[in-house]
């Protein structure tokens, strides 16, 4: 069950997404999984690269689009453990569209968002997780647009499993993908990855500063989405832990009337070789 493969990771030293790469392995170990039984889709950034670098299938997309190609796996195939993954920019700008349908669509695949509050891949731009006053090269005088609250946005579009953590806590990361993977729906896990070369506010001590953690809280419960709500708000979105899940939410596939039991990909072809060498040829 060992999920690292030989490839080197490129991220500067210090990267956040080392922590998330480590928490997703160990995740998949714990849950009992085996490298075929996992694919990893992602979009584009640095964070996108993270699908090279497990032993697992991988398949890196284009920019935003991680979300489409991953339902459509585990639509094809429910077999499979189907992760996303990428970065704030990827997920919350261009990916919006996606994001907000894929968790009212809450097909059983599990979403990881390396959030840095910036664009790292093409050298440090204001994203929609920038802070206000935020000053980039892209926004010198600084930000003048709201950061968007990805876990309140969950909320509101009917999100059945939505947790945050941060990078450096590899106990809390790694439990809360593993609950994310075992959740039966659409899973956002929002995760605090400090891009250390291009984010010089947002940074490991800040977050120390500035987090509050649901799971110094004994009062809290994550049944209770008005608490969540409440929680969020109080704490400007910086909360960590499960924030919200839904045990009694049904996935997209188990609402599909006559979804057949064999997965699509494992049903016979309606054709022989024959016709398919047929086929092939009228395309070559
Ligand atoms: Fe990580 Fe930032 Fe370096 Fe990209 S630029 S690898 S996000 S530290
Ligand atoms: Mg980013």
């Known amino acids: 069950k060992d999920f690292r493969n030989k490839v080197k990771p490129n991220w500067c030293p210090g990267c956040g997404d080392f922590s998330v790469l480590a928490a997703m392995q160990r995740a998949f170990a714990n849950v009992g999984l085996e490298p075929h039984d996992v694919a990893i889709v992602s979009g584009i950034g640095c964070s996108g690269r993270i699908s090279g670098y497990v032993n697992a299938y991988g398949f890196h997309g284009v920019h ?19 992760i996303a993954a990428g970065g704030d920019g990827d997920g919350f700008a261009i990916g919006m569209g996606h994001t907000v349908h894929a968790i009212r669509r809450n097909v059983d695949i599990t979403y990881i968002v390396m959030d840095n509050q910036v664009y790292g891949l093409t050298k440090g731009q204001t994203s929609p997780r920038s802070e206000m ?17 990805p876990m309140e946005m969950a909320l509101t579009v009917g999100a059945g499993f939505v947790a945050q953590s941060m990078s450096s806590d590899l106990k809390q990361l790694t439990r809360v993908i593993e609950e994310g993977i075992k959740h039966k729906g659409f899973s956002l896990i929002n995760v605090y990855s400090p891009c250390v070369t291009y984010n010089k506010i947002n940074t490991y001590d800040w977050f120390k500063e500035h987090i509050f953690n649901l799971d110094d809280d004994k009062d809290y419960d994550p049944a209770n989405r008005s608490m969540a709500i409440q929680k969020l708000m ?14 009694e939410s049904k996935s997209y596939e188990e609402m599909i009337k006559g979804f057949k039991e064999t997965p699509l990909s494992k049903q016979d072809l309606l054709i022989n070789k024959d016709q398919f060498d047929k086929l092939v040829a009228e395309f070559a």
């Open 234 to 247: 109080e704490h400007n979105g910086l909360v960590t832990g499960i924030i919200y899940q839904n045990k």
């Open 133 to 149: 006053g935020f000053k980039t090269k892209s926004t010198p005088n600084g930000s003048i647009e709201a950061a968007i609250n």
């Open 64 to 82: 935003g689009r991680a979300l489409p190609i991953a339902q459509g796996l585990k639509l094809a195939n429910r077999d499979l453990t189907v």
